[in-house]
């Protein structure tokens, strides 16, 4: 018997009433690239760690009379090997590939979407688009994780085809392990909340770009009596969100077009809980301390703020930073590297928090063990940011 | 800022697809390998790949359907919902044809974890007279 781990089929998602329709093919060619991202994780980037401690590190040290004191210094001279330019032009492909099955895949079905998401959002107030709403230099100017038309480009009037794309690759880049709703990120938020703090029942609950929603559902759906508001720029990403949820019959949700630096519309400590996945690597730096001092303006005392994000860099190897800091420069997230250097505490306490409160926890989701199979924490290879043990950190508010 | 966040176009039949599905990231693509052409020709091998594994589980499909109903049939292939043995079955497929594609990369981890010595080193170790 092999022992290698088989991945559940792309069908395996959950088709919630927006989710763009797969054909045969379609389906396959996903189920390839998810697999392909999964030889490149468990079977060439182990090799990698081999190429810097037999061939790259030694040249360095003999040549520079030191060790690398950077992971710039060490990418540098990885780059230069030719291992190491393979997988790289092997993981940029691949994601590529990804894009554009993705858009090939709604592109065709373009008109369906649009309108079943016009169907499920006709007349209700929980989705509130603001055209003056101008989407902010941190994407605009660039379309982060090599997405064409990042999360607001719209081809054509009512378009939500960069959102629905989104959704589909999800499961693709984390090579299936995010759920059959790819929402383990949400889930594993919810799940640590009730298990943790039992008695933590938030009434008005704020998450900050929500891209799909998908994250935002499963805190919806733990909190039925909450009043969830689900902020984003993106006119095609609010249209979808609010589409899925409708269709997941999650009705206490309202996806806001707004931008996080400032929210005027709110008032002072109005939220018990203020939420994001995945959202700060992919803010500026002039946003993010903005976008903070939104969270503490708008956070009740008592109340939680909790963050999914990769760990930090600090004290991590160089050789490891190097590798999480791939994408930086690689996968079109220029701000990747930059904020996993920040000290989080001292960003929390110039934002008027006390910062020595911050916490870090690992938070993990069990996702449909049936389907997917166990969570992949611990038993993947080293994949350096795609397995799905979630960091997160947070403060309770004094 | 820009604000982007509006369309030039009035419906999706001004749109065209096969560009718009491969359309490129903004800013620049940054080439990996020494020779950008050679670059090139790997994405290509690497879609060529892809293409040929979909091609491989649309004949899968196909046999499990003919085998479950004795009929060929386009729509019953669209149609049809593997079992959890059969998805466990293309997924070990699928991870051995990657294998076997990217059999290059896994043989020189092995020999950057192997040192693996050239001929010319052997032969001379291995002709070396007391
Ligand atoms: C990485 S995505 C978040 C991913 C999502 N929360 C998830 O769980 O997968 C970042 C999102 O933040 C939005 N965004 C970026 N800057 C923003 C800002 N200043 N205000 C509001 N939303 C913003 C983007 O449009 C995008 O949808």
Redesign the pocket.
Known sequence: MSNVKTLPSWRALTQHGVMPQANHDEAARLNVLTHLNLHLSSRVIPGLRQVYEKHVHPAFVKEHGREPETRHEVRKVMMEDGYCQLWSALRRNTMEMRHQTGRAMVLRQADALSKKVEQLNKGCDTLQLDPTIEV?A??SQVD?HCQPGC??QEYYDQDVTVAASYDVG?FVTTAGLLGALSDG?GQAIANWLKAEHPNFKPKRILD????VG??AVPLAQAFPDAEVIA????TP?LRYAHARAKSLGVDNISFVQ????SLPQYADESFDLIT????WH??SHK?LPK?LKTVQRLLKPEGLTIHLEQPQYHGKSVFEQFMRDWDTYNNNEPYWGPMHDLDLAEQLDKAGFDGSAMFEVGVVAKVDEKIFGKSAAGDSGEDFGRAPVWNAFGLWKK | MTSANTSTKKSSADIDILDLAGTKAKGQRPYFLADKQVEQVLSIAMAVATELAVTRERLASLEAVLAEKGIISADAIEQFSPSAKHTAARSLDTQEYLARILRIVQQDKEEISQDDKSMEQLQRELTQTD
């Open positions: 902010p941190n994407i982060i999360y607001y999800l990120g900050l770009g929500c891209t998908h994250n902020i984003d720029v993106a990403c707004a931008n996080v630096e994001s996945a995945m959202f992919e803010a946003m976008a």
